[in-house]
């Protein structure tokens, strides 16, 4: 490796040459590391059970002992059980003694924390989210979000929007598999003033311009942001990244190559405290053509699912915050015309590196705590810290479930549509756990009505009774014989009994209170 002053750049062929026996362990394990999107489908999945477990058996045994996931996504299910798309790495001759982590680790929370109110802000990358789907047009409704709470936290394709980043002062941006981590309990995030931010970049000879206007992006953001940008890494061999299409038409990607870049972040360790990534993202068809269809006719941004993909997985090995900007796959592209486009798309087409979000981001993103117990530490956020989480509506993944089993509330947003066909109302929620809302303005109302302590049903007209129940110590005895509950209630001068008891209770109907249904 070749190192120079500042302002030069680092060449960094690949496999590298000359790096410590640790280093050449980690070489052995990676060698052959590829990142793949396979299908799972589970079978009886909420029959039994947590889901969280059910889906980590299912994923694990799919996986088999050389590959470990990295992403996971429910999206529906068919006649033969509910269907997981995941991303994972293959390859592997041992992947505990590859990934420091997996992606099911678990603990407990012990119970929330209410010095402060702070929620989880999650749009999923690549599955055509209305909003927030395309180039940081989810920004908007983050910054009402934020409005309202202490922090909100929020991963880069929240608020992404090529030169542009207009996260609000309290939000804290996290890579996507770090709130999955966060959310079950594994890390905390820890607030920082600033981070000394790696950027890395590839060689392009097809293109020189492109790594020219990489590293004046960084020399932008180092003058008017005041960033701690000291070294730009170029790959002389970069990345093979991939765009694909799921079954679901969910958008994933494949990587090969992930070896060289892991160790020459390994042989830096200590020199930053985030990673910044701009590579170059082959798609499945022609560029123009897909970009052609992408401006022109719609769909989910091609982009974000393989980007995502790479993320999950620097961060998930390094413990670090992450993000990655594309850079122009094509020479065609720079002489393209695209017009007036969408406005949600507007962002991407007047930059030429689609980088300075994510300098911005990383420059005061949070640092990765492991080992965490729940103890207390202002300094930090921890699964304790989490009082709410907001998502759209039919979006299942880790985050979701690990939120059912933390007992933490979730808001489910039903405008903004997208490719996921779950039925969050499945899921084992606790009783008042499950909050539909319409929209982005009754989630910021249903956040200040929770950190004011107001309960929702008492905000609507017509307002529900309260219901009355009385309870027979001798009917009880003989219903409990039988497995049936002895409660009747005259809330509504028709219910006398539920059948069988449930222990999660079904309450999920107080949750549409802010669109005027009964509590």
Known sequence: MQGGPHGQRWLVAAPLNKLSHRLGDCRRRLSTMKVFESEVIVPGWLKNGSPLAGLQKAVVEACGKKAAPIRVAMVGKNRLGHVCEMEAIGGLASPKATLPSSVFDYRQRRSERTSSFNAVMLIPTGVDCAIGGHAGDATPAARLLASQVDHLIVHPNVVNASDINEQAENCLYAEGSLICRLMMGTIGLQKVRQNRVLLVTE?????????????????????????????????????????????????????????????????????????????????????????????????????????????HTTSTVLDVPTAHAPTMSSEAIRTERWGIVEPRKAAEVISSTYLFCVLKGLNRAPRVVTGVDGSYDPS????????????????????????????????????????????????????????????????????????????????????????????????????????????????????????????????????????????
């Not at 494949?254 to 405290?273: V, W």
């Not at 489910?412 to 969050?424: H, I, K, P, S």
């Open 203 to 311: 060689e392009r000879p097809d293109a020189p311009h492109v790594v020219d206007n990489t590293i004046n992006c960084a020399e932008g953001a180092r003058a008017t942001l005041g960033m701690d940008i000291q070294d730009v890494v170029v790959l002389e061999e970069g990345l093979e990244m991939r765009t694909g299409v799921a079954d679901s038409g969910r958008v994933t990607g494949a990587i090969n190559g992930l070896q060289a870049l892991l160790e020459m972040l390994e042989s830096k360790r200590g020199s930053y405290d985030a990673v910044a990534l701009a590579t170059r993202i082959t798609p499945h068809i022609d560029t123009v053509e897909l970009h052609r269809a992408y401006f022109g006719e719609g769909g989910p941004n091609p982009w974000g699912g393989v980007e995502a993909v790479l993320t």
């Open 380 to 519: 930090m956020l921890t699964a304790e810290d989490v009082s709410a989480l907001v998502i759209p509506d039919g979006c299942v993944g880790l985050p979701t479930l690990a939120a059912v089993e933390q007992g933490i509330p979730v808001i489910a947003v039903r405008n903004n549509t997208n490719l996921m066909r779950n039925d969050l109302a499945e899921l084992p929620f606790r009783a008042g756990q499950l909050k539909f809302v319409e929209n982005y303005y009754e989630a910021a109302g249903m956040l200040a009505a929770m950190r004011s302590g107001v309960s929702t049903s008492t905000l609507v007209r017509p307002m529900a009774p309260i219901r009355i129940e009385r309870f027979s110590t001798a009917k009880a005895a003989k219903a409990a014989a039988n497995g049936k509950v002895t409660l009747s209630t005259n809330g509504n001068g028709k219910a006398k009994a539920n059948g069988k008891a449930n222990g999660h209770a079904n309450g999920h109907t107080n949750g549409h209170v802010a669109s005027g249904s009964k509590a």
